[in-house]
């Protein structure tokens, strides 16, 4: 019913009702945040959501699980390049469509990590990855001449947001957001447990983790960074090193931890925006503490294809940003280096050294 139809008396119950349902909707509210945090206990989620799968730990009195998948399907539907409704695919597709609130957000991180890595990350990169294929399987279909002629869709000052649109200087550029999105949902389904008044929580996604308060034993979460391994499988872990964190987010980038050996040296399978080609740099596995997990997400990935001495340059304008490298020396073999601050991430239980 629209103002003009109103009649006198309605015009006097509505402040009325505005007003109960105010006062219901607070209620409901320090309801969530309020509740008996005696009768909490910690739950486990698990599932897959972007073609990975998710776990999620944390201290409540009841299953979240449905709010958690509703959130993350909303996220499904705007970022999954697989999902062909989504509106990454749409935007793709050049087909009319309103980003949401997610892809802005995300399309917009993006955009400011590439301005500051010099477009080392860059959201525009899917015609190399869909050039070289999941896992580098049409690598022997690779020829100079396919990478020169992608290069012209290629660059993220190529795409801008203006007046809520994505506008693209060429069609035919593509945006590829996993390199970032699975971060970014972290922080999503972190702020969706806080809202009910969280406080001890754990929430990974596809690798990226994004950590708040304590666990079940009373201490910071324990995160382990894997050594870098050239196994094919995915199968094997060994682990490098223990991370205690209580209230950040944590990525590791270097392709699932695996690396190639190329002329005797080894290097991560990352795809450098630059060159259109594996990145041959000395990193074989960044991990990345911030207080965002879209942050450390980004910057894991943008490390990987920069090298060591970029990658320490790159740190130093990003407040609250800490790294640990796995990288190759000269001789081929491996060694670890971490930023200025990184020591106060280490557990007591470390693992061997390298």
């Known amino acids: 019913m629209s103002k003009n139809n109103m009649n006198a008396k309605n015009k006097i119950t509505i402040p009325i009702l505005c ?20 009768h909490y206990t910690y739950l486990q989620e698990y599932g897959e959501i972007f073609h990975t799968s998710f776990h999620i730990k944390y201290a409540y009195d009841r299953s979240l699980y449905d709010e958690i998948m509703t959130e993350l399907h909303k996220f499904d539907n705007s970022l999954n390049p697989f999902n062909e409704n989504s509106i990454i695919s749409k935007i793709n597709r050049n ?3 309103q980003p949401d609130s997610f892809f802005i957000a995300v399309f917009n991180k993006a955009m400011e990590v590439s301005r500051i890595t010099d477009g080392k990350f860059d959201i525009t990169i899917a015609p190399f990855v869909n050039a070289w294929g999941f896992g580098f399987k049409n690598s022997d279909n690779i020829t100079p001449k396919l990478i020169d002629s992608l290069k012209q869709f290629v660059g993220y000052e190529k795409v801008r947001l203006e007046n809520g649109k994505i506008v693209k200087a060429d069609p035919r550029i593509q945006l590829d957001a996993s390199a970032i999105a699975k971060g970014y949902a972290c922080d999503m389904v972190a702020n969706l447990l806080r809202s ?8 990974e996604i596809g690798g990226e983790i994004a ?14 960074i894997d050594k870098p391994m050239d196994d094919s499988t995915g199968l094997r872990h060994e682990l490098q090193t ?9 990525a590791t980038s270097g392709n699932y931890r695996n690396y190639y050996i190329k002329d005797g040296k080894k290097y991560a399978h990352t795809i450098d925006p630059q060159t259109g080609y594996p990145s041959e740099q000395d990193i074989l596995s960044a991990t990345v503490i911030a207080d965002d997990c879209m942050t450390a997400d980004a910057y894991a990935t943008a490390f990987m294809a920069s090298g060591m001495e970029k990658s320490n340059e790159i740190a130093k304008k990003v407040p609250g940003l800490f790294y640990y490298f796995i990288y ?8 670890a280096t971490y930023s200025t601050g990184f020591e106060q991430f280490f557990a007591e239980e470390k693992a061997e050294e390298l």
């Open 19 to 38: 007003c109960l349902i105010l006062v219901l909707s607070g209620c409901n509210q320090a309801g969530k945040k309020n509740r008996n945090k005696a």
């Open 95 to 97: 087909e009319p469509v």
């Open 328 to 335: 190759a020396r000269p001789d081929g073999t491996m060694a």
């Open 196 to 203: 009910y008044g969280v406080e001890d929580y754990m929430i």
């Open 242 to 250: 223990i991370l205690s964190i209580c209230d950040k987010c944590v």
């Open 211 to 224: 950590m708040r308060g304590k666990n079940d034993k009373g201490v910071c979460w324990r995160i382990g």
